[in-house]
């Protein structure tokens, strides 16, 4: 008999909910975005994505079941992210996977969301062997994660300020780029010169495989200052371009890094910034001259969505772990550290 989990996620702005079989059959992934609702103020407004998720989640559930073909009494159980994020988002969601669970008397479980992330890799890749290692990059995150068996997170480095994707925003934003900004720096990118422009790589003291990126984001603005002041015009390209590539190369030096001290072969990349065209062409270059292998999840389980923390979910599933009815928001949910 399959096991049929459906998945709900909405930590951020995007209202997701999906339907996945035994741990590897998706049959829906239905995702309202917010995208146009928050571009007008520059990025997430946590009390409007909260109102939004309220109006979308109910319509966006009923559109995953009857896209997957499956009813509400054919479900194994309800995953749900419950952490980090921001609260008010957060607790939409959980509040509809505890009353479903509730009412059709199955298991619910809680998801970190970062661990969806990591999780959208075994969504097209389920014999993935362990160890491995994963570059967890959005907009709130920069993590080096070491897995070495399944549901073992240990968290090898993270961002001590601005996380990747942040900086990107910030920096599209001062580009007068809209939001997000993040894949608009991309493209830019690719029609200048890397080059041309220099910003500092911030590898921090020796050996550490920590991030941060404040530096870089002041750098970029400080150049678009003093070019104002001196009534310079610049190529954006070229400045995107140089700025990615500052980004990029300690994302991947460090992974590197992670790899050579842990010995793992096998490097996953993870979270909306996994899109990144620069990030992934250099990890794969990178990796496969030190005799690793890259596994990168499909552009459309890089962004938020459902199907990954039902992936998650599956496998917390599989292990009996499950979360009480009581199961709360914790927006500040650290990787490995469930707290039910």
């Known amino acids: 008999m399959s096991v049929i989990i459906l998945g709900i996620e909405t930590s951020c702005d995007e209202t997701s909910a999906a339907v996945l079989a035994d741990g590897v059959e ?8 917010q995208v146009d609702i928050h571009k007008k103020f520059g990025g997430v407004v946590p009390e409007v994505a909260s109102r939004k998720h309220l109006e979308n989640l109910h319509p966006v559930i009923l559109e995953a079941l009857a ?10 159980a309800v995953a749900v992210t419950y952490g980090p994020g921001l609260v008010g988002a957060l607790l939409v969601g959980v509040a509809a996977a505890k009353a479903m669970a509730y009412a059709l008397d199955i298991p619910l479980i809680g998801v970190n969301h970062l661990e ?8 097209v890749r389920p014999d993935l062997e362990f160890p491995l290692l994963c570059l967890v990059v959005s ?24 996380a990747a994707g942040e900086a990107f925003d910030k920096v599209a934003r001062a580009l007068g780029l809209d939001y997000p900004g993040g894949p608009l720096i991309d493209q830019l990118a690719q029609q200048g010169d890397p080059r041309a422009v220099q910003f500092p790589l911030a590898f921090l003291e020796e050996g550490s495989l920590d991030f941060s990126f404040s530096g870089l984001k002041s750098a970029v603005l400080n150049y678009l200052n003093r070019a104002a002041m001196l009534n310079q015009e610049i190529n954006r390209a070229d400045l ?7 980004v990029v190369e300690v994302l991947v030096e460090k992974t590197m890094l992670a790899a050579q001290k842990t010995g793992v072969k096998t490097i996953m990349l993870a979270g909306g910034v996994a899109a990144n065209r620069g990030l992934r062409e250099l990890l794969q270059a990178r990796a496969a001259a030190a005799g690793c292998r ?11 969505n459902a199907a990954m923390i039902a992936c998650a979910g599956y496998y917390k599933y599989l292990r009996g772990d499950f979360a009480p009815l009581t199961l709360n928001a914790v927006p500040s949910l650290t990787l490995g550290q469930d707290k039910y």
């Not at 896209?67 to 509400?72: D, N, R, S």
Request: net charge neutral; proline share 6%.
């Open 116 to 123: 969806g992330h990591i999780a959208a890799n075994f969504l």
């Open 139 to 162: 907009g709130g995150h920069s993590d080096l994660v070491y897995l070495p068996h399944r549901g073992d997170y240990r968290l090898l480095g993270r961002t001590r300020d601005d």
């Open 67 to 76: 896209q997957a073909g499956v009813t509400p009494g054919e479900l194994s």
């Open 26 to 33: 998706l049959r829906s992934n239905v995702i309202a975005s």
């Open 240 to 246: 995107a371009a140089g700025f990615q590539r500052a």
């Open 294 to 304: 890259v596994v990168l999840p499909p552009l459309h389980l890089c962004t938020d």
